[in-house]
């Protein structure tokens, strides 16, 4: 299906990672998958073979070699991380909101409640009819009464 021709020198450069040094294991691991279908060394065995032989599954060997030619046959793209599409999620933790909750007390049952009670106030704990998990039947804090029946209800 994808066929894999390594120049000398990023055959070199695959055996040197793969023998020498300290690199990340699935690194290592991809780098092997190359070295095992590279047509400029000989004949390749089965897809299966060489899977068994690295000790991965056949459908990683595909995409070994898929984003082999995904890169245009760069070897050091194939083998490294690829970059994320999208930036991660942001932190819903602000610093003003860290701040309240440091100062909630933290004293046995009443801390943990004040504290439940803190985060649903900042608006960090949405409403969710699938996984209620506290309702506070009291005032704490002064964020007011809240329970199943209520529209404070927290989730967790």
Do not use: W, Y
């Not at 970059?83 to 909101?97: F, K, L, M, N, Y």
């Not at 409403?127 to 309702?135: F, H, K, L, M």
């Amino acid at each position: 299906m994808f066929t894999i021709g390594l120049s000398a020198a990023d055959r070199e450069f695959l055996i040197k990672l793969t023998t020498s040094g300290a690199h990340p294991a699935r690194m290592i691991m991809r780098a092997r998958v190359l070295l095992e279908l590279d047509e400029n060394a000989g004949s390749v065995a089965d897809r299966a073979v060489i899977a068994d032989r690295v000790g991965i599954s056949v459908n990683t060997v595909l995409a070994i070699a898929k984003r082999f030619d995904e890169t245009n046959g760069d070897a050091l793209a194939t083998i490294g991380r690829k970059q994320r599409e999208h930036p991660p999620v942001a932190s819903v933790i602000t610093g003003e909101v860290e701040a309240r909750l440091i100062r909630q007390p933290q004293c046995g049952m009443f801390g943990a409640l004040s504290l439940v009670v803190a985060v649903a106030g900042a608006g960090l704990v949405a409403s969710s009819p699938q996984r209620p998990v506290i309702g506070v039947g009291f005032g704490v804090g002064g964020v007011g009464e809240s329970g199943p029946e209520s529209s404070e209800f927290i989730a967790g």
